[in-house]
């Protein structure tokens, strides 16, 4: 085989070697970090529409306006507070070192089941979700309304559960992420060859092969 060809074969194997080692999609860390970070807005965002609207009897006294409609951070007040929490997580985890991971990774995944949850119960008993709108419009606690639930408390459900499933992955995925330590300037930096002498033995060195060192 010519010189060519060799060259051709050596040139051709790092590539295929750098190819191999390519960071997945989904195990990058802009890109995990980005849908933990969307996933946790999803669920915070769906506190700030209507869960439901509660029809009040035309008959209730002291009710100002017989339809009500009761926001997610009324009918599930801890969904605000874990989807930030997620949030913070997530974004923490882009930073955060090995040992790190593994707490941060658990607390995504115990706020995104308190999501999931606190959703849920929404789902199984509105009225008693919209007690409380109804107890402030009205003055009286405990009464009987028909409620009407919107899409956003199953939004909040599906989205407290995907995001479980992607902080599940931020483990396997650090595998992946290059980590940078106080060694590694100084390894760069030393790897430049210097413009002048570094100290006496060098000057000795240069000037016993010929060089000037001056």
Same mark, same amino acid.
């Given at each position: @085989?010519s010189?060519?060809?060799?060259?051709?074969g050596?040139?051709?194997?790092?590539?295929k070697?750098?190819?191999?080692r390519?960071?997945? $999609?989904w195990?990058?860390?802009?890109?995990? $970090?980005?849908?933990? !970070?969307?996933?946790?807005?999803?669920?915070?965002?769906? #506190?700030?529409?209507?869960? @439901?609207?509660?029809?009040?009897?035309?008959?209730?006294?002291?009710?100002?306006?017989? !339809?009500?409609?009761?926001?997610?951070?009324k009918?599930?007040t801890?969904?605000? &507070?874990?989807a =930030? $929490?997620? =949030?913070?997580?997530?974004l923490?985890?882009?930073?955060?070192?090995?040992?790190?991971r593994w707490?941060?990774?658990a607390?995504? !995944?115990? &706020?995104?089941?308190?999501?999931v949850?606190?959703?849920?119960?929404?789902?199984a008993?509105?009225?008693?979700?919209?007690?409380?709108t109804?107890?402030?419009?009205?003055?009286?606690?405990?009464?009987?309304?028909?409620?009407?639930?919107?899409?956003?408390?199953?939004?909040? $459900?599906?989205?407290?559960? =995907?995001?479980?499933?992607? &902080?599940?992955?931020?483990?396997?995925?650090?595998?992946?992420?290059?980590?940078?330590?106080?060694?590694?300037?100084?390894?760069?930096?030393g790897?430049?060859?210097?413009?002048?002498p570094?100290?006496?033995?060098?000057?000795?060195?240069?000037?016993?092969?010929?060089?000037?060192? #001056?």
């Amino acid at each position: @085989m010519s010189d060519s060809g060799l060259a051709a074969g050596r040139a051709g194997k790092p590539g295929k070697a750098r190819k191999a080692r390519a960071t997945p $999609v989904w195990a990058r860390k802009s890109t995990l $970090v980005l849908l933990i !970070v969307l996933l946790a807005l999803a669920a915070f965002g769906t #506190t700030t529409q209507t869960w @439901m609207t509660a029809t009040l009897d035309p008959n209730q006294a002291g009710a100002a306006q017989s !339809v009500l409609p009761v926001q997610g951070s009324k009918a599930a007040t801890t969904v605000t &507070a874990l989807a =930030l $929490v997620a =949030l913070a997580g997530g974004l923490a985890a882009s930073i955060a070192g090995r040992i790190a991971r593994w707490v941060i990774t658990a607390i995504i !995944v115990f &706020a995104s089941a308190g999501i999931v949850a606190a959703a849920a119960t929404v789902l199984a008993d509105p009225l008693a979700a919209a007690q409380g709108t109804i107890a402030t419009a009205t003055g009286v606690s405990g009464s009987q309304a028909h409620v009407e639930l919107t899409a956003f408390p199953a939004v909040a $459900v599906v989205a407290g559960c =995907l995001l479980a499933l992607a &902080a599940l992955l931020i483990i396997p995925a650090s595998r992946h992420w290059k980590t940078r330590t106080k060694y590694d300037v100084p390894v760069a930096a030393g790897s430049a060859a210097p413009a002048g002498p570094v100290d006496e033995i060098d000057s000795w060195d240069r000037l016993s092969r010929g060089d000037d060192p #001056t």
